[in-house]
């Protein structure tokens, strides 16, 4: 299944055509809207003020509940814009954003409402999309699940080697495996808003029941290459790593390798280190990767960028409404792209 998402921050609204999804699938509006919801802004204090419903609404791909197998299109209505809050920004880039890139891209005529097309408000149909992945995904009967793994130096149990502990996570309001650290990452939200500051933090996401055998280590059909192309779509995503990732350059072999053995008489590995791919492919176990985004840049203190049609260095001060961290609203958004990524790995 390919996806194309179209619209802006601020413009009317915001959607996504999924092409190849498969013809029959009975397809779960209340379970989409579910997903949404885990994503959608305005429900508590450590998100952006902005409220938007994000109901979504089925243009063309289903008929009589079921998907067609033609492009599936959806689209979700914006709502609660300010877009006064911007034009201060029009030619004075904001930090870190996609700002000053977009408008060279686009010849100088970049939405730059909200960020525009740039903006996280559009992970919202990637969710919409994921969504429709996961339903299929769940034929066969494979799953996501991901929670918080860090938030400012602040470390959550790890579900690297027992993933299903993440099927007790989607459902909560902050979703940790470890309430007592995820309390501490929330106080550090609240203190870097505060501050009129913003904190970063990392995810971490596994996709269990992928058989083994799928993959190549060729460019284009290396698993962990379509997982990383399919992540690094996601706004504030600035690394990705699978299994134990960088903390492997601080193993011997004796404490990475994932020993073989027979559990129901079928080959397994003892441990996950390689988060379930070896070589490109998938060995079987579940596929785990962390995701780490960064802090948001849209902060309120001032900061130093340039105007573009004097070239001389101003000062800005960014108005309008900005999560302090963006990984709490992240995570079904992360778990959205893996479940598109596990599709294409399948060859749906």
């Keep these: 299944m390919k996806y194309t998402i179209f619209g802006e921050s601020h413009g009317s609204a915001i959607g996504v055509v999924l092409e ?23 429900q508590d204090s ?3 003020a902005r409220r938007e419903a994000d109901e979504v609404h089925i243009l063309s791909g289903v008929f009589e509940g079921k998907t067609t197998g033609a492009p599936l299109a959806m689209v979700i209505q914006n ?23 977009g408008f060279i891209a686009s010849k100088g005529c970049l ?17 919409a999309a994921g969504a429709v992945a996961r339903q299929v995904l769940a034929q066969k009967n494979i799953w996501v699940g991901a929670h918080i793994s860090a938030i400012y130096g602040i470390l959550d149990d790890s579900a690297l080697q027992e993933p299903e502990l993440l099927k007790t996570v989607a459902d909560k309001p902050f979703p940790v495996l470890n309430d007592a650290k995820g309390e501490e990452m929330r106080q550090a939200i609240l203190e870097a808003k505060a501050d009129e500051d913003s904190v970063g933090g990392a995810i971490e996401c596994a996709v269990v029941g992928l058989p083994a055998g799928l993959g190549a280590p060729d460019f284009g059909k290396n698993v962990e290459g379509i997982f990383s ?32 053995a027979v559990k129901d008489g079928k080959v397994v590995t003892k441990t996950n280190y390689a988060g379930g791919v070896n070589g490109g492919i998938t060995n079987g176990m579940p596929v785990v990767f962390t995701a780490t ?15 573009l049609r004097t070239g001389e260095e101003v000062e800005i001060e960014i108005k309008g ?11 079904p958004v992360i778990e959205a792209a893996a479940a598109l990524a596990a599709c294409e790995v399948l060859g749906i």
């Excluded at 709502?79 to 890139?101: F, I």
């Excluded at 995503?237 to 350059?249: D, I, N, R, S, Y």
């Design 229 to 260: 192309q399919y992540l690094f779509a996601v706004p504030a995503v600035k690394a990705v790593e699978f299994g134990l990732g960088a903390g492997l350059a601080y193993a011997r072999g004796t404490e990475a390798n994932d020993p073989f």
């Design 20 to 42: 190849g999804v498969p013809a029959g699938l009975e397809l779960d509006m209340a379970a989409l809207q579910r997903e949404m919801s885990r994503r959608s802004p305005g």
């Design 321 to 331: 409404r900005h999560d302090p961290c963006v990984v709490p609203r992240a995570v």
């Design 293 to 307: 985004l960064r802090p948001t840049p849209s902060i309120a203190l001032p900061q130093e960028s340039v105007d």
């Design 111 to 127: 939405d730059y409402r909200g960020g525009g097309h740039f903006s996280g408000r559009l992970t919202a149909p990637l969710v």
């Design 46 to 48: 450590l998100s952006t």
């Design 79 to 101: 709502s609660d814009q300010h877009s006064t809050d911007y034009d201060s920004l029009r030619y004075t880039p904001r930090p870190s954003h996609g700002d000053y890139a």
